[in-house]
């Protein structure tokens, strides 16, 4: 796998964290579903897992942004795990609603446990990280720019979305009104 | 609250892997996810409060 694909892969995975996040924002605007806690947690996961893409992407790739992705995602997997075994007894109807018969912590721990197998195909090729003995070159085109943008652009957006949500205090576990726009009210 | 921080730490650090140094973005990468497992496990300490 030469430098050029390498990078060309890291912004296609940014556009598939773009995804994720873009949906999540979907599921909170159209469908009124505030995000717990937990699965504020998880959000902010799949958000720092473009760390290693984007560093992929301006400065070629390397071992390091991979494994900062994979411990991201570790994580990730790990606070997802938590929130399914919350609600694994039999009789409990889970958080939130479910889509395509699985609730949102499902599909994120899905999406994690994707991230570290496709992560750990990226190391296979080390062709990538050969040094060719130039100067890097700019390898960010404007398909790559665009998707770590996105990516960052989505994540301010949560910021605000999340002061909303939670206002100047702890966040409620059961998140059902905006805290800071009902003080304004 | 400690959430809006977070997403903001984040926001930060893909701002400075992008337009910074390398070295900083990765030492602002580190802090930034020990204080997402830090919140991570204060709030797995808390009560439940299990219905059956």
Redesign the interface.
């Known amino acids: 796998m030469t430098r050029s694909l390498a990078v060309a892969l890291n912004a296609l995975g940014l556009y598939a964290i773009a995804l994720v996040l873009a949906a999540a924002f979907a599921a909170q605007l159209l469908l009124g579903e505030l995000p717990c806690?937990?699965c504020?947690?998880q959000r902010?996961?799949f958000?720092?897992l473009?760390?290693g893409p984007?560093?992929n992407v301006?400065?070629g790739p390397r071992p390091?942004h991979y494994a900062?992705s994979l411990?991201?995602a570790a994580?990730g997997a790990?606070?997802a795990m938590?929130q399914i075994l919350?609600h694994i007894?039999p009789g409990d109807p889970g958080y939130g609603s479910a889509l395509l018969g699985y609730h949102y912590y499902t599909w994120a721990f899905f999406g994690f446990a994707v991230a570290i197998v496709a992560t750990a195909v990226m190391l296979l090729f080390d062709r990538q990280f050969e040094d060719d003995g130039g100067t890097p070159p700019d390898m960010a085109g404007a398909f790559a720019r665009t998707a770590?943008w996105l990516?960052?652009g989505l994540?301010?957006a949560?910021?605000i979305s999340?002061?909303l949500e939670?206002?100047?205090?702890?966040?409620p576990a059961d998140p059902v009104a905006y805290e800071l726009l009902k003080g304004m009210r | 609250?400690?959430?809006?921080a977070?997403?903001?730490a984040?926001?930060v650090?893909?701002?400075a892997?992008?337009l910074g140094a390398?070295t900083l973005?990765?030492a602002l990468?580190a802090v930034?996810?020990v204080a997402?497992?830090a919140?991570?496990l204060h709030?797995?300490s808390d009560v439940?409060k299990l219905s059956?």
Not at chain 1, 166 to 171: I, P, R, S, T, V
């Open positions: 806690p937990l504020l947690l902010i996961q958000a720092l473009a760390i984007i560093l301006r400065f390091s900062a411990l991201v994580a790990a606070f938590r919350l007894m770590v990516v960052i994540t301010a949560n910021v999340t002061l939670c206002g100047l205090a702890a966040c | 609250m400690e959430f809006t977070l997403f903001l984040v926001t650090v893909l701002l892997a992008w390398r973005a990765l990468f930034t996810l997402c497992v919140t991570y709030h797995a439940l059956f």
